[in-house]
C-alpha cells in the first residue's frame, strides 16, 4: 500500500478516536476558560432563612438538633464548627449551614455540580492524575498526527488554499503573543 | 477489530478508576503533626517551614478550588491553605470533611488597602457582603503554602 493510502487511513481512523476527547476538550474548554466569571464545575445554591433567635448552648447537641428541627433537616450531620462566639456552623451532607445565634438568621450554602460539565473539566484538568496522565498525553500525540497527516492530504488542487489556512492558523497564535506578551 | 476495541475496553477497566481524588498534589508524607494553634500562637517558629496540619475544611474556594480554610484545634480559630491554581483543586464536596494537608507556613504583611482588596475578593467569591470600612489598619496574614493534601471520604 502508498504511503498516502496508509496517511489518509490512519488520519481517519485516528481522527474518529479523537472524536469524544476534541468534544469534551472543546466544551470544557470553553467552560473553564470563564472561570474568573463562574465556577465552571460548580452552581452555589444560597437561601437565607431565619429560625428566631438560638438560646441553648451551640456546643450542646441538643441544641444542634433543635436548630436542624426548626429547618426540617433531615439529612446526617457530618460536623460543626464555632467561627465566632455569636455564630455557629453546621455541615449536613457536604451543605454548610451558618446560624446567627443572637438573631438566628440562617444562610444555607448548597453546592450543586453541573451535571457532564463536571466531570468532563475533571478530566480536562487532569484531576484523576495517574493513568489519566497517559491517555491524554497519548490524545495530544494524535491531535499533532491529525495536524501533520492532514498537509499531507492537500491535493494540489487545493494546494493554494491548503498553505493559505495553515499559515493563518499558524500566524493567529503569533500575532497574539506578539499583542499580548 | 473487535481485538482493538476489546484492548482499550480492558485498559480502561484495569486503569485506577477515580471519582474525586482524596489524594491531592504531592500528598501527605510527613511523620509529625503540628497543632494549628501552635502556628498561630508561634508563626515565628514555622514560617519558612513545612508542616503537616490536620482539621476541618470549613470553606472551599468557589471559583476555582485553589484554597480551604481549616478549623483550627481551638473554638474560633482557622488557617488558611492556598494551593497554587491548576495544580490542586479542591472540591466543594470537601466541607465538611476532615483534611490533613501538607504545605509552607508564610507570613505576609498587608497595608490597610490591600487587606481590603483581598477582603473585597473573598466577599465576591463567598457571595457575601463586605464593609470597607471596618478595616482600619494592615495586618499580618499567616497562611500555609499547601503543597499536597489528604481528604478521606471524598
Redesign the interface.
Known sequence: MKWRRWNYLLHRDIGFLCIGLTLLYAISGVAVNH??Q??P??R?E?IETNIGPVLGDPADAGTVRMILARLNEQGKL??S?????KSL?L??E???IMVDLASGHVVHDR?IPRPGLREMN?LH?N??????TW?ADLYAVALAFLAISGLFMIRRKTLRRGLVLTGVGIVLPLFFLIVYL | MRTFLTTILLVAMLSPTTTFAKDFGQGVTLAEETAISSIIDHPENYVGKKVKVSGLVIDVCSTRGCWVYLAGDRDFEKIRIKVTDGEIVFPMEARGKKATVEGVVESMELTREEVIRRRKHHAEETGTSFDPATVTSGETILRIRGLGAAIPGL
Open positions: 472561570i474568573s463562574w465556577n464545575s460548580y452555589v444560597r457530618e460536623s464548627y464555632r467561627p465566632d462566639r456552623q455541615f449536613v457536604g451543605r454548610s453546592a475533571f484538568l484531576h484523576p492524575k495517574k493513568a489519566w491517555f
